[in-house]
């Protein structure tokens, strides 16, 4: 059964840190290109981050570029999203998709066309 389980996330102060996870099973992990999406209420979905299957380049959105890192350990099928600096702009339900994408120095990173959906986990960040 494929699955791509999100966790991490929950109530922040602004200013704080939070890892969010990412975790496959049950499809080829080393050849997926993984993205980090996140949708706010009554907003559209919009990605934040993405990483290559060779986990040799990354994307960030401008808005979390410098307070966001992603990476991935494919030993244990799984991608991360370290968020610092983390602002009340920053609420949202974060979603991990994966596509697979075998192409060594390249990222899949636009807003479709992904194999796999997590089921997404909230971070809410308040004072």
């Known amino acids: 059964e494929v699955q791509l389980q999100a966790s991490g996330g929950g109530l922040e102060q602004p200013g704080g840190s939070q890892r969010l996870s990412c975790t496959a099973s049950?499809?080829?992990?080393?050849?997926?290109?993984i993205g980090w999406f996140r949708q706010a209420p009554g907003k559209e979905r919009e990605r934040v981050s993405c990483?290559?299957?060779?986990?040799?380049?990354?994307y960030y959105a401008n808005s979390v570029k410098g307070r966001f890192t992603i990476s991935r350990d494919n030993a244990k099928k799984t991608v991360y999203l370290q968020m610092n600096s983390l602002k009340p702009e920053d609420t949202a339900v974060y979603y991990c998709?994966?596509?697979?994408?075998?192409?060594?120095?390249?990222?899949?990173?636009?807003?479709?066309?992904?194999?796999?959906w997590g089921q997404g986990t909230q971070v809410t960040v308040s004072s």
């Open positions: 998709a994966a596509r697979y994408y075998w192409r060594p120095g390249s990222y899949y990173c636009v807003n479709s066309g992904y194999d796999y």
């Open positions: 049950g499809f080829s992990f080393d050849d997926y290109s």
């Open positions: 990483i290559s299957n060779s986990d040799d380049t990354r």
